[in-house]
């Protein structure tokens, strides 16, 4: 770090740390953004593609990730000093940390992990971002199978303050350690999982949540819209506040979660006696496809980032010093 | 309506409604505390409860629904001409709207509204606050029973943006319409269900998601706190500008949802097939409980409350002019 008491909008710039990102999908180019805002300069980051013409298309993509209402609080970025590796072993060669964002595919994370390996600095830190694909079975061909860990955003990373860290259960503590105080040291929230279960934690819930909304509009009870209108008006301001737990936590009154489920825990089981089990591809597609291009159309998904970014920015200055 | 263009925070006043409320627990305090907020005079509100000492428990109690940072842009109430009705049939007389915040027992529920129904003007509102009683359940001794809808509120109502609004097979077009039209009016979001399942739709979705929360906290994948983490820095700020079919929809790209489900479908059925199934008194209670406990001891729910105001304001400003 360069500076130790940074003003709100011009966190302090890292001069230390040289990362190599891997992969130049949306995600990729969303953390490039993400680092491009803290790196002291824009030579410390490496991108590696197989794509031919991968210099030109990060170069006209990636100034994308940096909209309008942001730019007044970072300085100009200078995106031709950016690195394109011509090869996986210049790209990695003097990393700090190689950051992952390729195709979700086990055999091609496997060999890359294994070649990264090999010609990568002996502490340098290896991070996948795969929603799916567990750390020890991404490591599997590597001398050192503990240096992997999956670091897992909430799309898209530059705006999201959430990475789930997933280590293998060989990952060393320190390698979590580094890990976890690179994503604090830059104000956003790695949550470490204890285990490496199918489609980590956010996913999970998200998903429970998503299935009772098919199952809903299947049923013909809601429509899409209105599961929307219902969700932005209720759980998602208020979990945006205070997670489930702490909400019903605080529902229960001094009895907090017992006082909770002994008052309404009769209604609690009869809800989860009735969740629907809807599958993919069980038949409810079409229509509920059609009624989401209806409602939406395309999102405009810059728009969803601005006002995003609002939440977050109160959410911030409410938790400023107190955790 | 009194004005036609209120400046943001002072809505036109209703001179029109005389609103009866029944039940003097915190949802049918927080009720009075906004319809407060809204009516011209505070003697267009009547409360009616059988415990001894109402008028001075309202009046003990009902200013603390008022905080200090929302006084400055409400005039200075007058508890004191709040009606205290002495008897059911004298709070229902006059009454345009009667709102209903009793105890979950449907035979008092039932018996409630026929008494009501004998007494209140042919053409009031009938409100059920309920969490889970149908209202053709509690209008199931009345002359004219498609009078009574539920209108479920997200605690608490003086806050939170939501109305689920629950008829009855039987209520009339007419009084779905007056009652769509009194919340949209004060700046509420009501949704209207077609059909009476348990639960509502507002509480499945959560208890979806927070039968998969107990789930992984018990299969110590994270703690209570991290559950609350995670939600609190993806899904709650994200629900809370885009419900979940609108950022599905626009995470599958142009492809919309249907783009979403080509791509990671595979992932969402894995993580529905091994979502879990936890029962209320199924054995994880105690840890769990002792987890929240500890992790939050009792929820300043004041503070929580001030937090959810400043985002909703976001929203709200973001919204306008928008739908």
């Given at each position: 770090m360069s500076e130790k008491t940074p003003a709100k909008d011009s966190p302090p710039k890292d001069s230390d740390s040289r990362i190599t990102l891997i992969g130049t999908g949306t995600i990729g180019l969303s953390f490039?953004?993400?680092?491009?805002?803290?790196?002291?300069?824009?030579?410390?980051?490496?991108?590696?593609?197989?794509?031919?013409?991968?210099?030109?298309?990060?170069?006209?993509?990636?100034?994308?990730?940096?909209?309008?209402?942001?730019?007044?609080?970072?300085?100009?970025?200078?995106?031709?000093?950016?690195?394109?590796?011509?090869?996986?072993?210049?790209?990695?060669?003097?990393?700090?940390?190689?950051?992952?964002?390729?195709?979700?595919?086990?055999?091609?994370?496997?060999?890359?992990?294994?070649?990264?390996?090999?010609?990568?600095?002996?502490?340098?830190?290896?991070?996948?971002?795969?929603s799916g694909i567990p750390a020890s079975q991404q490591s599997a061909q590597m001398a050192e199978p503990g240096r992997v860990l999956v670091v897992h955003p909430y799309n898209p990373p530059h705006v999201m303050p959430l990475l789930e860290l997933v280590p293998?259960?060989?990952?060393?503590?320190?390698?979590?350690?580094?890990?976890?105080?690179?994503?604090?040291?830059?104000?956003?929230?790695?949550?470490?999982?204890?285990?490496?279960?199918?489609?980590?934690?956010?996913?999970?819930?998200?998903?429970?949540l998503l299935r009772e909304a098919v199952h809903l509009v299947d049923q013909g009870v809601v429509s899409v819209r209105e599961v929307d209108q219902i969700v932005q008006s209720s759980m998602g301001p208020r979990w945006a506040v205070a997670g489930p737990f702490k909400s019903y936590h605080a529902g229960g009154g001094p009895g907090g979660l017992e006082g909770f489920f002994e008052n309404i825990g009769g209604t609690v089981q009869g809800c989860w006696d009735e969740l629907g089990t809807p599958r993919v591809g069980g038949g409810w597609e079409e229509r509920i496809f059609k009624e989401a291009n209806e409602a939406y159309g395309v999102v405009?998904?810059?728009?969803?980032?601005?006002?995003?970014?609002?939440?977050?920015?109160?959410?911030?200055?409410?938790?400023?010093?107190?955790?």
């Open positions: 490039a953004a993400f680092h491009l805002a803290h790196l002291a300069h824009p030579s410390q980051l490496t991108i590696y593609d197989t794509r031919p013409d991968v210099a030109g298309y990060v170069r006209a993509e990636l100034p994308k990730y940096f909209p309008a209402e942001t730019q007044s609080s970072l300085p100009s970025i200078d995106f031709s000093s950016i690195n394109i590796a011509a090869s996986l072993p210049t790209a990695v060669q003097n990393a700090t940390i190689v950051q992952e964002s390729g195709p979700e595919n086990a055999p091609f994370k496997t060999s890359l992990w294994a070649e990264v390996e090999k010609h990568a600095p002996k502490d340098a830190l290896f991070w996948s971002s795969t293998s259960p060989s990952t060393p503590r320190g390698v979590i350690r580094r890990t976890e105080s690179f994503w604090e040291e830059r104000g956003r929230v790695p949550v470490r999982l204890r285990k490496e279960v199918t489609g980590f934690v956010a996913n999970r819930l998200a998903f429970a405009d998904v810059g728009e969803r980032d601005r006002v995003t970014r609002r939440v977050l920015r109160v959410l911030e200055e409410e938790r400023g010093g107190k955790e």
